[in-house]
């Protein structure tokens, strides 16, 4: 094979990953605008009590300059 033809059969795949990705973002988009499932939200600092117990022993300056 030559180098022509890898080329073009590496693009084509790439083509046809990206057509899929496309199609299943499109189908988590209606499937949230339906309610059937829901994006996730990201923890807030006041409903989780603040700094996670195990961040509580860093130490307050880490050094350098």
Same mark, same amino acid.
């Given at each position: 094979? #030559?180098?022509?033809?890898?080329? /073009?059969?590496? /693009?084509? !795949? /790439?083509? %046809? %990953?990206?057509?899929?990705?496309? !199609?299943? /973002? #499109? ?7 339906? +309610?059937?499932?829901?994006? &996730?939200?990201? *923890? =807030?600092? =006041?409903? +989780? +009590? &603040?700094? *996670?117990?195990? %961040? #509580?022993?860093?130490?307050?300056? !880490?050094? &350098?300059?």
């Amino acid at each position: 094979m #030559n180098r022509n033809m890898i080329v /073009l059969i590496i /693009l084509a !795949v /790439l083509v %046809l %990953l990206t057509a899929v990705q496309a !199609v299943q /973002l #499109n189908s988590l988009k209606t499937q949230i605008n339906e +309610g059937k499932i829901s994006a &996730g939200n990201a *923890p =807030s600092a =006041s409903s +989780g +009590g &603040g700094v *996670p117990s195990s %961040l #509580n022993d860093l130490p307050s300056m !880490v050094g &350098g300059c």
